[in-house]
DNA sequence: CGTACTGCCGACCAATTATATAGACATAAT
DNA sequence: ATTATGTCTATATAATTGGTCGGCAGTACG
């Protein structure tokens, strides 16, 4: 399951991608207008910033908006500072392997090998769609 | 990710598999064998046998083994009875679908979008792979 | 019969993780 | 100065996960 925290951080992003070139938005407006509980935003708007997806300005008049092009954020990067690993094992993941405990030889493990499968089919969605993507898919479901 | 209750499930299968037309295995065997806590495997086990995939004999002599061909046992119906959806968010989820609690209109919503479609990768995989799958490819992968 | 073996079942518990919330502080605009 | 914002650390609460305990129930076998 997608933690709610990459789901708040997905929302965010999209509503700031809408918002480019305008001045930045505050927290408390993209909380309200996305239903998400402030405080919480604040600190998965803060790991963003950190991650270099983000430009804040403090005081007034500031607030939050993209440091990239909504094509160069992928849903992967995201996911993989708000939630960690993609993969549905750890000895599967990429960017977050670790051992099983209780395995033998992993080299051998038919589980093992089909979730590289499962891995690398998420991956591939999920390091192909954009911001940009997903702003677009919900332009075109606004309008079927 | 999947929770070690069912991996464990999946590994306690693929051993039953192996030991089709053989007398029931014990709990304690298996659990030993894969090196799982043996009074939680029992619950895992239990699950199985109450959704109709394994039978089991109490008393001495008794254990149990699979109650289907290894090749009609897929992993997304296992992963179903253990860790419930597939998808990674609730509103993608074909059998234990539920509303986002923040969302407005979901049908024009770009997130689930997508994950409808990492949904529909992972299930692919997930409904074609059975037992008697996992178990070949462990045999393929000793033998490279 | 009784005894040992084995699964069945309900309750319980500890640790971790997810989801927040609080409050003091830093900085910018006016 | 005052107000509006983001920053940061700590804390609270709830849910989930992973695991354990003890006793009951059915079976085999002497």
Redesign the pocket.
């Known amino acids: 399951m997608l ?3 990459t789901k708040y951080a997905i929302k965010a992003l999209v509503v700031l991608g809408k918002n480019a070139d305008k001045p ?5 407006k993209i909380a309200e207008e996305e239903r998400i ?4 935003l ?2 998965i ?2 790991d963003l ?2 991650a270099g997806f983000l430009y ?9 908006s993209l440091n990239k092009d909504p094509k160069d954020i992928y849903l992967v990067s995201i996911m993989r500072i708000t ?1 960690g690993p993609i993969a549905m094992v750890p000895c599967a993941s990429l960017n977050f392997y670790h051992k099983c405990d209780e395995c033998r030889q992993e080299t051998s493990c038919g589980i093992r090998d089909v979730f590289i499968d499962v891995r690398d089919a998420t991956l591939k969605i999920l390091s192909e769609t954009s911001i940009a993507d997903v702003i677009a898919r919900e332009n075109t479901l606004i309008k079927v």
């Open positions: 933690s709610k925290k930045p938005m505050q927290i408390s509980p402030k405080k919480f604040e600190q708007l803060l910033r950190n804040s300005k403090k005081g007034a008049g500031g607030g939050y939630d």
